[in-house]
């Protein structure tokens, strides 16, 4: 299967400041990537799809502002969480399709951490 | 719209106890069913998955049938480990949707000596 990394696999940082998480296709060339958000004790929640090339379609209630997504290649995807608030505290995580769209890839995760 | 149901937990077990974990599902086309688990402090792995309906996943004896009649995906396995305590997810995917996975809530497992 694919190998997808995260990274970094976690991150402190002070309110008001913007944090890059990246997630690279290691093996895959991957024309879409997905971005999901993991609250404490809750399910994934997909926040938006990135798609190489073009604008990223973001979930409804997710702000397209505050959670940039930038799909440059087929092999990375970023995801910024600009002006981080303790709320947006969270693990993030991408995942990539297979070859047969049948089954996903995840990267290991990020924990942020806003304080 | 497409969705997971999954029973909530936590669910705690005693070792080579019975598990059983239910998991149904809603989607409008033909989706392809999966079981991640997440160990603590980590990312998703796939445990099992089944592409369509009457097929058997299974992987470290854990097993899920595809039960289009019932529209269900159950998580079974005969004897837990203390090692298979973490979170189990139910998802589906259907293709259109290029790999879109919709996650059911999880479900916390611990298992004791």
């Known amino acids: 299967g694919a190998v997808v990394s995260q990274h970094p696999s976690w991150v402190i940082c002070k309110s008001g400041t913007s944090v890059k998480i990246e997630c690279r296709s290691l093996d895959f060339q991957a024309t879409t990537m997905f971005w999901y958000r993991q609250f404490p004790k809750q399910s994934l929640m997909l926040m938006a799809t990135?798609?190489?090339?073009?604008?990223?379609?973001?979930e409804q209630g997710v702000e397209k502002d505050k959670f940039l997504i930038n799909h440059a290649s087929l092999t990375l995807s970023t995801l910024t969480v600009t002006s981080a608030h303790p709320e947006d505290s969270s693990f993030y995580i991408c995942s990539v399709g297979s070859r047969a769209n049948t089954e996903a890839f995840f990267g290991q995760g990020t924990r942020l951490t806003v304080v | 719209g497409d969705s997971v149901t999954q029973m909530e937990g936590p669910v705690t077990l005693s070792e080579e106890a019975f598990l059983t974990i239910n998991c149904t599902y809603t989607a409008t086309g033909y989706p392809s069913l999966f079981w991640y688990v997440q160990y603590p402090g980590e990312g998703l792995q796939l445990l099992l998955k089944a592409t369509k309906a009457d097929d058997k996943g299974s992987n470290k004896g854990f097993e899920a049938t595809y039960r289009k009649e019932t529209t269900s995906f159950h998580l079974e396995k005969g004897s837990v480990q203390v090692s298979d305590s973490a979170v189990y997810f139910c998802a589906l995917s259907v293709s259109n949707t290029g790999n879109q996975f919709y996650f059911g809530t999880g479900t916390s497992l611990t298992v004791i000596p």
């Open positions: 990135s798609n190489e090339g073009s604008k990223a379609t973001y």
